[in-house]
Structures are given as structure tokens and as C-alpha cells.
């Protein structure tokens, strides 16, 4: 039983493109997350949503958006891909701000 | 401003020696601490967490961390390390907003 979820776990998409990641958490968490963690390793928070509130990093381009049909998915939609989005992308969860469970990552690469 | 430091980018350390992964943060009020550890081509797993309590934190694989105030510190520690414990490993601290911060992480080689 998977905790945390990923679809697909490649991407590979030319520039221009649009695309989606799925994630879905089955541990009854209420807040999801996206991260972007870079070809250095470093991780970026992109959004965090629980049910109450959308909390999106001010450096995200708005090409970015998160959407979450019920509280066990959050998915994420890109538009206009660029070079620069290639990255791999991590959905994590968590209840009441305690520790993070992690999906295995989407590699998104973009010609 | 809140903060995550890990000054060393890699760490190496010969099998069955103790190992050492350095974190220093910078918060306001009481610090939420995380250590993660992530293998190659694999999500983020939790190792441990301090939140209050014991300044000794015991977690995962063998691993503990040392919550230290006065030197805002919160060291990974482990007594004899493992080949298998190879892999890159991050500290986080909470932020009032209840998202992590992350410090960049340290690639530690554990050598046989």
C-alpha cells in the first residue's frame, strides 16, 4: 500500500506544452505539498493546501497551478513548459504540520 | 529570517566509524527540527523529528540527532555507520506557516 503516489513517474514533453502530475495520499492527511527539487538537489516549496487554505511560494511562475479535486489528491498543472521546469517533481503530505510523507518523484524533462 | 544551514556538502566517513551530518538553523521561537534522508532516484523518508522534550532524539535506521539551544544546532548522529546508509540527507525546520525549510543537504559516503 503506497502512501503517497506519483503519476507518471517520467515525463518527457517538448516546450510549449502542457502538462499534469498526479498525486494521491491514502494516510488521511490534511495538508498536501509540491516540491521542485533541482538538477543541485536543492528543494523548493512550490505550494502547500489543506482544505483551508492555498499557500503558494511567490516564486513560482503562475504557469504553475495546483488543483485538488478532494483532500486525498493534489495535482499539479503546468502550462507553456520551459527548459528551466525541467527538474523532478515531489508530492508530499502531512497532518497538523507534523512530519512530511514523500511520493517517489515525477523526473519532468523538457525538449 | 528563518533558515537552514548545512555547512558540509559531503561527508565521508569509513564503515563502522560514527558519523556526524551537521545542521544549524535560525528560527523564531521554538524550532520544529527534521532530518530526512533520500536514496538515489527514490522520494524523501523521515528519519526524526525533535519538537520538545529530550535534547536526544532517537529515529530511524539507527539514527539520532542532538538538539543543542544555545549553539541552534541539530546534529545527525549515528555510532557505527553502514555502507548502506550512503545517501543524501537534509535538515528542515518548521516555519510558522507550518511549511519546512530546508537546508541544501549533505551527500554522505560511507566507504568499506
Known amino acids: 500500500d503506497t502512501a503517497v503516489s506519483q503519476t507518471p513517474k517520467y515525463l518527457v514533453t517538448q516546450m510549449g506544452n502542457d502538462k499534469s502530475i498526479k498525486c494521491e495520499q491514502n494516510l488521511g492527511h490534511d495538508t498536501m505539498y509540491w516540491y521542485k527539487q533541482d538538477s543541485k538537489k536543492f528543494l523548493k516549496i512550490m505550494f502547500s493546501?489543506?482544505?483551508?487554505?492555498?499557500?503558494i511560494n511567490e516564486t513560482v511562475p503562475n504557469r504553475f497551478s495546483p488543483k485538488s479535486p478532494d483532500k486525498a489528491h493534489l495535482n499539479l498543472h503546468i502550462n507553456s513548459l520551459e527548459l528551466g521546469d525541467s527538474a523532478v517533481y515531489f508530492c508530499?503530505?502531512?497532518?497538523?504540520?507534523?512530519?512530511?510523507?514523500f511520493g517517489p518523484g515525477t523526473r519532468l524533462t523538457v525538449l | 529570517a528563518q533558515s537552514v544551514a548545512q555547512p558540509e556538502d559531503q561527508v565521508n566517513v569509513a564503515e563502522g566509524n560514527p558519523l556526524t551530518v551537521k545542521c544549524t538553523y535560525s528560527?523564531?521561537?521554538?524550532?520544529?527540527l527534521f532530518w530526512y534522508v533520500q536514496y538515489p532516484n527514490r522520494g524523501l523518508q523521515f528519519l526524526l523529528k525533535?519538537?520538545?522534550?529530550d535534547n536526544l532524539v532517537k529515529g530511524s535506521y539507527g539514527f539520532e540527532a542532538e538538539f543543542n539551544k544555545s549553539q541552534t544546532s541539530f546534529h545527525l548522529k549515528k555510532p557505527s555507520a553502514l555502507v548502506s546508509d550512503s545517501a543524501l540527507y537534509f535538515c528542515a525546520v518548521r516555519d510558522i506557516l507550518y511549511q519546512l525549510i530546508w537546508g541544501a543537504g549533505t551527500k554522505l559516503i560511507i566507504k568499506p
Open positions: 493546501y489543506n482544505n483551508k487554505e492555498l499557500i
Open positions: 508530499a503530505s502531512s497532518r497538523d504540520g507534523n512530519e512530511q510523507f
Open positions: 528560527v523564531s521561537g521554538n524550532p520544529y
Open positions: 525533535y519538537i520538545t522534550g
